[in-house]
């Protein structure tokens, strides 16, 4: 069964610290996403990946940076997190532009940074 | 650029009355349209698309949605509201480019007995 599995679910951390967020998929897809929703905005794209080795910014990007170092894998780091990256974080997966294809999405990581 | 508008933040409806929620979308060209569903805590789910055909596009649950070219909306649509449809609904659109979505800021939707 398709899926996409985020880790960890919830976390608190520091001011300053750096928080490291996971997404895994197992179903072959090329495209990866992270979004983060906030009340009001719905959700909005930080950044995405074409395949392995590849990352592209998107809306929302400044104090993020992500890597994708496998097909399976994309991480989303914030190198020195601030209260305004409190949020809840998506990560989805997807192959290309497609009616048969829709993003599939993880069940987020809720993200607290004290 | 391209932008999708969800001009309701909450929706109340009593179970058995029908619903619809708005969305419009601006962009050039015809976009991939989609609605997505999101239940506490959890992540979303996909409930219908649309790019070409039939404007009137079935999705699961009994929900439908209605796209306008002229109106740049894609509307969803039930005939019948049940409890558990109260959720936290998402409009989406994608262009071309590696389905990349962007989206409204949502509906809450709460069903009342």
Redesign the interface.
């Known amino acids: 069964e398709a899926a ?1 599995t985020q880790s960890p679910r919830n976390k608190v951390a520091v001011t300053g610290g750096k928080v490291t967020l996971s997404c895994n998929q197992t179903n072959n897809h090329n ?1 990866m ?1 992270w ?1 983060r929703q906030d009340t ?6 930080i950044h ?1 990946s ?1 395949g392995a080795g590849s990352t592209e910014k ?1 809306d929302i990007p400044d104090g993020y940076k992500a890597s994708r170092p496998s097909q399976e894998n994309f991480s989303l780091i914030l190198e020195l997190a601030t209260p305004s990256q409190t949020s809840v974080y ?1 990560c ?1 997966s ?4 497609g ?1 048969n ?8 990581t809720r993200l607290s940074v004290l | 650029a391209q932008s999708v508008t969800q001009p309701d933040a909450r929706v109340t409806v009593s179970e058995g009355a029908s619903l619809q929620l708005r969305c419009k979308y601006s962009y050039s060209a015809t976009p991939y349209l989609f609605w997505y569903v999101q239940y506490p805590r959890q992540g979303l789910q996909l409930l219908l698309k649309y790019y070409s055909g039939d404007p009137v596009v079935q999705g699961v649950n009994s929900f439908e949605a209605e796209f306008s070219k002229s109106n740049s909306s894609f509307h969803l649509q039930k005939a019948s509201v049940h409890w558990s449809d109260s959720a936290v609904y998402f409009c989406a659109l994608s262009m071309s480019n590696y389905n990349v979505l962007y989206f409204g800021s949502g509906t809450k939707l709460t069903v009342e007995p």
Request: glycine fraction near 22%; proline fraction near 4%; aromatic fraction near 22%.
């Open positions: 996409v495209n996403y979004y009001g905005h719905g959700l909005r794209l995405y074409y998107g998506f989805a997807g192959d290309q532009a009616i294809q829709a993003p599939l999405f993880g069940e987020g």
